[in-house]
C-alpha cells in the first residue's frame, strides 16, 4: 500500500513519527523501534521511518532528551502512516490551530493517522474521531470524552483500529499499536518476527 | 542510596544511559522512560537521569534517530546507576580500549552497571561478567558465553540481577530490568507505579 509516488523500484511504505517539545519519548520511540526494525530487518521492500518536527528543529522530549528531525511538517513527504505521539506537549497542540489544521490535511491525504496515549486528545481536537471509537491512556479516558461527544470511547484495549485512524492506550501500548500496524502492512508473520527480534515477550527469557 | 555526594537537599539518585552510534533506539530509551517517569512522577526526592555520550556530541542510533547528550563519559558527575544499552554499535565498543577502560573504571565506583540487549557483550569484553550470571538478547547468548567462558550464562530471563551487575535480554526488556531497578532504589509500589504510569501492560487495556 505505498502512497509516496514516485516511479522506481519498490520503496516499501513511508511512516512519519511526529516529534514536538513534550512529546512523551516512549510514545514516540516504542512505535519507532518496532516499524524502523521492521523496515530494516523483515520487510522485503524499503520502508522508511521518518522523525518530522513542526518546524524540522530538534525537540525536547517530555523527560528531557533531545532529538532531532528529519523534516518539518510543511516538507515531509507523502505518508502511507502517520503516527501522533502523546506527552505534556498534546496540550498545546490540541489548541494550535496551525497543528490541527497540518494534521487534518495530512489525515486526509494518509492512509492510517495513528495516535499514541494523549495522541488521540489531538486527534480529537482536529475532529479526527467524531463518530469512531477510541482510546488514550487509562488516566486520560475521561478527557478525551469530554474532547468530543461523538467519539464512542473504548476502556479495555490496548489500542482501537477504526481502519483509517488508529488509536492506542497509554505510552507502552504504542508498542503493541506499532505491531499491529507492522500486521496490516505486511502480515502477522512479519509482525512476529520483528515481536521476536526486540523481545517484546514480557514474562519470557 | 545516593552515592553522587554534594551536600543539600535530598536529591535522589543519579543515572546515566550510555548513547552512543548505533545504539539500539528502543534499549536506551525503554529505561530512559522508566527511570525518569520515576524521577518526574513518583521519587520523593529528585533523581535525574542523564543521556551520556562517548564524546559529549549527538549519536545516529541505530535505526537513524539523532539524540543529543548531557555529558561525555569523561565529564559525566557521578553516578548511582549506569545503563549500557546494545545495539549494532556495540560491536565496536566491544574492542575500544579506551571505552573499556573507562568502563571498568565507572563500574569500579557506581553501585549499579547494568546493560541492556548486546551491552552485554560490552561489560564482558571489559572483564565485568567473569564469574557471574548474565543474560543478553536471545539471538547472543552464544556470542555472550564466547566473549567469556567465565560467564554463567541465563537463557530465559528477561534480566539477572547480580547486585552491582545486572543485565537484561533484548531490546524490550530493558523495560523490566528498569522497573526491577525502582523497585531496588524505591520499593515495589514505586515500581508499580511506574509501570501503570507508562501502561505497562500488554494484554491489559
Partial sequence: MTHSGTAGPARGPVIGILFFDGVEELDAVGPWEVLSFWAAHVAAGAPRTLAISPDGRAVRCAKGLTVSADHSRDDAPGLDVLIHPGGQGTRALAGDREHLDWLRARAAATPITASVCTGSLV???AGLL????????WRSLGRLAEADPGIDVVHDARFVDEGSVVTSA?????IDMALHLVARLDGAAAADRVRRGIQYEPGRG
Same sequence: chains 1, 2.
Fill in 123 to 125: 486527534l480529537a481536537a
Fill in 130 to 137: 467524531t463518530g469512531r471509537r477510541a482510546t488514550t491512556h
Fill in 170 to 174: 497509554g505510552v507502552s501500548a504504542g
